[in-house]
């Protein structure tokens, strides 16, 4: 999954602290400047991730974290990448994004939930992972997205098993009713607004409609986040450094009026290492004639889990079995 590396994580940080922080403070947003500084300084002590187009990895609906509990491979992190597609007519293009995420407490962070929302949402210790989204046009200037999404460490469910789950502090709350047949993940979530000067004039501009959509917006930042955990759920995938981030070089870029280069990783798929095999028996799982086996997480006998790349199996002379395959939009309450 190697590609070029942007360096958002450095570009938003001199953005919010040379830039951002002094717009807030003249027009009198102070909670806005304090929350920017509060993100700058997750930026500076975050591990830094580049992610394909798009934030995508498995396209499996996140299938891989269904039962299990959300964590972070790091305390704090960012996920770099750009979003592709087209915009809605008048909206302006965004392709650069950048979410900061970090493992925290509701308690400790300078936001606090809706308290309609936040009842019977937190587990008793109120441990939470924080994902806030930036976004940026290219022309170094960027933004915080006025809401962030915080979800609580309690485990993801499927539709299905969250229509059967007892709905207490330790299961998805209530709230996550869903569309019989619906595809997607259940997962716990609040809106946290982390900008409130800005939402307010947005608000006031658009009205609810704003809300609903930056909601939306940030809600995909999350599932890229999330996507990553779960990739890296796998056994047979890791990370390797795709750009170093030297101290000395770095002190030279400073000299020199350049951004430092942060150490930025990438996920790759171990070449050899076990992904479970296929086999083709007598039973109900045979499958002698050809066709395409989409790529999938596949659960081994001891509870590790390793990714599946897509390829082709079966014998042409059996016959061949055409598929089409649509990637479907993962969606969270």
């Known amino acids: ?64 974290l269904w039962g299990e509990e959300v964590r972070l491979p790091y305390p704090i992190m960012t996920i770099e990448y750009r979003a592709t597609g087209e915009t809605a007519p008048g909206a302006r293009e965004v392709p650069e994004r950048l979410a900061v995420a970090c493992e925290t407490t509701i308690d400790a962070l300078p936001w606090a939930p809706a308290a309609d929302t ?26 915080i997205d006025p809401i962030a999404v915080a979800m609580p460490m309690v485990p993801v469910f499927s539709p299905s098993a969250a229509e059967k789950a007892d709905l207490d502090v330790s299961t998805p709350p209530d709230y996550f009713r869903r569309e019989p047949g619906k595809k997607g993940c259940v997962m716990a979530a609040a809106g946290l607004i982390v900008q409130p000067g800005v939402m307010e004039q947005t608000y006031l501009r658009f009205g609810e409609r704003a809300y609903n959509e930056i909601m939306a917006d940030s809600t995909m930042e999350a599932m890229a986040v999330l996507g990553l955990v779960e990739a890296l759920s796998c056994t047979n995938v890791t990370t390797e ?29 171990v070449p050899g290492r076990s992904t479970g095999g296929v086999s083709f028996g007598t039973g109900h799982h045979a499958s ?10 596949r659960r081994l006998q001891d509870g590790k889990k390793t990714w599946v790349n897509a390829c082709v199996v079966g014998a042409a002379e059996a016959g061949v079995i055409g598929k089409k395959y649509a990637v479907c939009g993962i969606e969270a309450e």
């Open 1 to 64: 999954m190697a590609g070029q590396v942007f360096n958002y994580a450095a570009k938003a940080r001199k953005f919010i602290e040379g830039t951002l922080v002094g717009m807030h403070t003249r027009a009198g947003f102070y909670a806005d400047a304090h929350s920017a500084e509060f993100i700058s300084d997750l930026i500076g002590r975050a591990v830094h991730f580049h992610l394909p187009d798009s934030g995508r990895i498995l396209d499996d609906e996140l299938r891989g």
């Open 288 to 297: 002698p004639r050809q066709h395409l086996r989409r790529g999938h997480i």
């Open 241 to 269: 450094i795709a750009q170093a981030g030297d101290a000395a070089l770095n002190a030279r870029r400073a000299r020199q009026g350049k951004l430092p280069l942060f150490e930025t990783r990438t996920l790759v798929i």
């Open 118 to 143: 936040a009842e019977g949402l937190w587990p008793d210790d109120h441990r939470c992972v924080l994902v806030i989204p930036l976004s940026g046009s290219g022309s170094d200037t960027w933004t």
